[in-house]
């Protein structure tokens, strides 16, 4: 089992800054890829980022590109997400999830993920 805390969302006023961090524990870290995926409300959920076991493969959805850095630290088993430029409709439920993959590879669908977190706010004002 891994389990996965997500921490740093919040109210963000449009063209603001927010950082989320997404803390695993239970399982060896760099053993699993990491996803960034979000959903907002009336809306399937999204993958916005991913990025591989040892961070050398990294995915952005074309939403967030050039805005959006996802980055992971594996001595702290820490996967973070830094969100630049917000716009309202980055609005949404942020859940960071875990899959248990080979070296190099880097799943953008969530059926792909074994392990989720809880999930967190991120709602921007325009």
């Known amino acids: 089992q891994v389990q996965l805390v997500e921490t740093g969302g919040g109210l963000v006023q449009a063209g603001g800054s927010v950082r989320l961090s997404c803390a695993a524990s239970?399982?060896?870290?760099?053993?699993?890829?990491m996803g960034w995926f979000r959903q907002a409300p009336g809306k399937e959920r999204e993958c916005a980022a991913a990025?591989?076991?040892?961070?050398?493969?990294?995915y952005h959805a074309d939403s967030v590109k050039g805005r959006f850095t996802i980055s992971r630290d594996n001595a702290k088993n820490t996967v973070y997400l830094q969100m630049n430029s917000v716009k309202p409709e980055d609005t949404a439920v942020y859940y960071c999830?875990?899959?248990?993959?080979?070296?190099?590879?880097?799943?953008?669908?969530?059926?792909?993920?074994?392990?989720w977190g809880q999930g967190t706010q991120v709602t921007v004002s325009s």
């Open positions: 239970g399982r060896t870290f760099s053993d699993y890829a």
């Open positions: 990025i591989s076991r040892y961070g050398g493969v990294i």
């Open positions: 999830a875990a899959a248990p993959v080979i070296t190099g590879r880097m799943p953008r669908r969530s059926s792909e993920y074994d392990y």
